[in-house]
């Protein structure tokens, strides 16, 4: 059968590659980016050290990954917490690891990862260790916590040895993407026609 002159069947066997480059394309083109570690929206200066009746700090604020966040132990008898937040600057998951250490007995400390406010604890017994994915919308606050039930014994410590979060947003990947999509509109067009 002949379609404008073209034998059809060559037009369809070559429309699939086609519309497979296309779909690459748009993959390519807004795919939710990733930014890895503590960099561009989430360098370490733009977290948030909040302690609550505790006396809780992070390691060496000028490192990337891995940082660890400890709980207080002020000496209180009180319980408190210590939170590490920043805000998210794109929707997508947040993917990190983690490990948990402490000195006191299970339970009189604890760690976990909080978003907008709500609370999901991780550990509270030494040595736990772990990895997480969370998803995120952008504009939310995410963050870590140890938290204390006495603020006596010794702290907590939550380590994160990989942090992973969504980046503002979608962006051409390369320019290479953007011409091999050009390519791909084109053949779809000409077989079109």
């Known amino acids: 059968m002949q379609l404008g002159g073209k034998n059809m069947e060559t037009c ?36 948030a050290l909040t302690n609550i009746n505790a006396d809780g700090s992070v390691s060496d604020p000028t490192s990337n990954i891995p940082f660890s966040l400890t709980g207080g132990n002020n000496g209180t008898g009180n319980d408190g917490t210590t939170d590490f937040t920043v805000l998210i600057a794109g929707t997508g998951s947040v993917a990190f690891t983690f490990s948990y250490e402490t000195l006191d007995a299970p339970g009189f400390d604890f760690a976990g990862y909080i978003l907008d406010g709500a609370f999901t604890q991780l550990a509270d017994t030494a040595d736990e260790t772990g990895t997480r994915t969370v998803s995120v919308s952008s504009g939310q606050h995410f963050g870590f916590r140890v938290a204390t039930i006495d603020n006596q014994g010794e702290p907590g410590i939550l380590t994160i040895s990989a942090f992973d979060a969504p980046a503002a947003a979608p962006e051409p990947a390369t320019a290479m993407t953007v011409i091999i999509c050009t390519i791909a509109l084109a053949v779809l067009s000409r077989h079109r026609r």
Do not use: E, H, Q
């Open 12 to 47: 369809f066997r070559k429309l699939p590659v086609a519309a497979a480059l296309l779909l690459w394309c748009s993959n390519s083109l807004y795919a939710s980016p990733i930014v890895v570690g503590l960099a561009g929206p989430y360098s370490l200066s733009d977290w």
